[in-house]
């Protein structure tokens, strides 16, 4: 990182900048091409790493570039507010954000399922213990991205 007074490296900052994303920028790479998805978000932390859990239909491009290449990269920030000044190069802005690499799969274990549409819930709505009849738990894909390398960010 070129602005190294910038980087992030408490644990606890970049749980509280994750928590505070609410759009997390999945960026596939097929054929030469990038796709880029925001999506919302659930996570978990456990033995040292994080995993970030998705829900989508089971088919179309996401589900195929899934199952073709799982290596994505992603990216997701809050609290941008531009800070004016006299000149054009003397303007900057705020911010928090996280970027990083990692692997994506389709979780096919229900009881996998169930926790990560529990982490989804829990980060959009802040209440835990929703319940999953089977009926929605079979119609809904989970997916998840397994982080290798996560980088915080922030100028505030």
């Not at 759009?23 to 596939?28: D, M, T």
């Not at 880029?36 to 195929?64: C, L, Q």
Request: glycine content about 8%.
């Amino acid at each position: 990182m070129r602005r190294k007074e910038r980087q992030v490296t408490d644990k606890k900052r970049l749980e509280q900048i994750i928590e505070a994303c609410h759009c997390i920028r999945v960026g596939f790479f097929s054929e030469g091409q990038v796709y880029i998805v925001p999506v919302n978000f659930g996570y978990v932390f456990e033995d040292e790493k994080y995993t970030f859990y998705f829900h989508s239909a089971k088919e179309g491009r996401k589900m195929e570039l899934i199952k073709s290449n799982p290596t994505v990269g992603f990216e997701m920030d809050t609290g941008y507010e531009l800070k004016m000044a006299a000149s054009a190069c003397g303007h900057t802005a705020y911010f928090q954000s996280i970027v990083g690499q990692g692997k994506v799969s389709i979780v096919e274990n229900t009881g996998e399922k169930r926790k990560g549409l529990q982490a989804v819930m829990k980060h959009e709505t802040g209440r835990s213990e929703w319940e999953f009849q089977e009926k929605m738990l079979d119609a809904v894909c989970v997916w998840k991205l397994e982080v290798i390398k996560l980088t915080g960010k922030e100028n505030i």
